[in-house]
């Protein structure tokens, strides 16, 4: 495999001709684009420790990268719906 890897390195980049390779310029307007992104974010969200069967961790964590996304995602819409949340409360 790395001997592959070093192989396509030495080889010149294929560009398709429906899309070309970005010039300087736009390179550019994208990182902007991506600064100002970051800095207008609002209140990133504090991270928590969390106590969680390890059953459950792993059934996460085998959606791959990302998982924890998946997470907060899960709880968010689980406390925006008082239905289920009523019915955990007991």
């Not at 294929?14 to 990182?31: G, I």
């Not at 791959?64 to 009523?86: C, F, H, Q, R, W």
């Amino acid at each position: 495999m790395k001997a592959e890897i070093r192989e396509a390195k030495k080889r010149p980049p294929v560009y398709d001709p429906e899309c070309p390779p970005s010039t300087p310029e736009a390179l550019a307007e994208f990182a902007a684009m991506a600064r100002e992104l970051r800095k207008n974010r609002r209140n990133p969200a504090p991270v928590v420790a969390l106590r969680l069967m390890p059953e459950v961790l792993a059934k996460y964590k085998a959606l791959g990268k990302g998982y924890t996304g998946i997470m907060a995602d899960v709880l968010n819409s689980v406390a925006d719906n008082p239905e289920i949340l009523s019915k955990l409360q007991g």
